[in-house]
């Protein structure tokens, strides 16, 4: 077996990603992290067709001289690689070609490689859509909570009452609200026993999802990493004692506790990590106070650094270390 | 046409994430505090029924806008100990930097902090 040698793509701040390197370099197995901003404007690569195969190089100058065989590499984390950089010489639209001459070529030749992956660039972009994830959590077996997709005013109006008022909102992205320039605010799962006349209207300019409020007991964030399942209990409160409509609001408390999925939940999530041939996955469901498990959504790069802080013995950077460096399947 | 430039378009995203842009923002977090300022004034400005449905409910984090002069009190050179460690390949962990982070962390609000504190980015959320 060949040593492994780990491809970390990310930018330099990626907390999640420096926990998993610290580990990686304790073992002393090789990482190479490279964020693809550094590309082409201060790295080379070059691969060449030869008799036996390819030989690919990749030499970045950003922080000194460094250089990867990519055909040495055995595993890739796809973490939060940023948007290339031309020469900022070039006239802006030839920066633009150069980007995304820059995208095919080390698209091209990243996603050729016979590595593992974690995830592959086109996996996770599929996955990332939560209408398909929806979709597919139901063909699965997985409840959901009753959704309508729509940025049509009369159609949510329909929906809420069919509903009897209890319904949420949410984006459909990430849920951040960044004014050009500005810091960036998130918007929280919100509940909408009533929409106001003078707002219901403005679905019309943006698409939005509108689901059932579920009942909640707790939340359950589940870290999928090759076939291991990681799932952590998330009690969530109000001042009130109550669940929180989004655990992650920080008025309230939160309680962090490892727990063991039933067996059949645990069967579907897995088809459901298949189907969209994640490696990985950060998954979010909702029990209700019946017991219920309602599938919400599956992060295909969802954080974990926090989870690892907020629960003992979790180990979920280390589990990572164990897959990318071809210690655990 | 319009389907074409939507494909290459998806083909260019596929190897690249979203800019969360916080790494920038605390190495340069002057900038970044005015240019949060000016955002929030165009914010203001604009009429609510021009915005989006989800902007009319709870939006949480922000960062304290008085940050900067605090930082500043510190009287720690940002771009000298609060910056990416090349040869460990992992953001310092010097005692500056653990300094620095500590307290720009104190500095956010709401879930801005909980993105910082919990990573830094943004899809992980519903």
């Not at chain 1, 973490?79 to 150069?98: I, M, W």
């Not at chain 1, 219901?200 to 399942?229: H, M, N, W």
Request: proline share 6%.
């Amino acid at each position: 077996m060949r040593d492994p040698v780990v491809l970390v793509l990310t930018q330099e701040f990626d907390v999640t990603a420096d926990n998993v390197v610290a580990i990686l370099n304790e073992r002393d197995v090789t990482v190479f992290r490279y964020d693809t901003s550094y590309f082409p404007r201060n790295s080379t690569l070059t691969s060449k067709s030869t008799d036996t195969g390819w030989l690919t190089t990749l030499v970045d100058t950003t922080h000194g001289r460094r250089s990867l065989r990519l055909e040495e590499v055995t595993s890739v984390w796809y973490r939060r690689p940023t948007p290339f950089t031309a020469d900022p010489s070039l006239e802006p639209a030839h920066q633009e070609f150069a980007v995304k001459e820059s995208a095919h070529a080390m698209g091209g030749i990243f996603t050729a490689l016979p590595v593992r992956w974690v995830n592959l660039p086109a996996v996770e972009s599929r996955a990332h859509y939560k209408p398909l994830q929806l979709k597919v959590a139901r063909e699965v077996g997985l409840r959901i909570p009753k959704t309508l997709i729509t940025n049509d005013p009369e159609e949510v109006s329909r929906f809420h009452r069919e509903c009897g008022g209890a319904i949420i909102y949410k984006a459909l992205n990430s849920g951040l609200i960044h004014q050009p320039g500005g810091w960036p605010r998130g918007l929280l799962t919100t509940a909408l026993p009533d929409i106001p006349p003078d707002v219901l209207p403005r679905v019309r300019y943006s698409p939005c999802v509108f689901q059932e409020l579920i009942d909640k007991a707790y939340e359950l964030r589940i870290t999928v990493i090759g076939e291991k399942f990681f799932a952590v209990r998330v009690d969530s409160r109000t001042d009130d004692g109550e669940p929180q409509i989004d655990s992650r609001n920080p008025l309230g408390t939160q309680r962090y506790t490892r727990t063991v999925l039933p067996v059949e939940v645990e069967k579907r999530l897995r088809r459901l990590m298949d189907a969209f041939e994640l490696a990985y996955g950060a998954i979010d469901v909702v029990v209700d106070r019946a017991g219920e498990h309602y599938f919400l959504e599956v992060n295909p790069a969802g954080q974990f650094a926090w989870l690892d802080d907020q629960t003992p013995g979790l180990s979920l950077a280390s589990a990572m270390a164990d897959y990318l460096s071809g210690l655990s399947d | 046409m319009s389907t074409t430039a939507a494909t290459d378009d998806f083909f260019d995203r596929e190897l690249i994430q979203e800019e969360f842009g916080m790494s920038r923002s605390f190495l340069q977090l002057e900038e970044e505090l005015k240019d949060t300022r000016q955002a929030e004034e165009r914010k203001a400005k604009a009429p609510d029924d021009s915005k989006p449905f989800g902007y009319a409910f709870e939006l949480d984090g922000t960062i304290d806008m008085d940050a900067y002069p605090q930082l500043k009190a510190l009287d720690i050179d940002l771009t000298e100990h609060h910056h990416y460690d090349a040869e460990a390949q992992v953001w310092s962990s010097s005692d500056e930097s653990t300094r620095i982070y500590s307290y720009l962390t104190s500095c956010l609000r709401g879930t801005c902090a909980y993105w910082w504190q919990l990573d830094g980015v943004v899809d992980d959320v519903r």
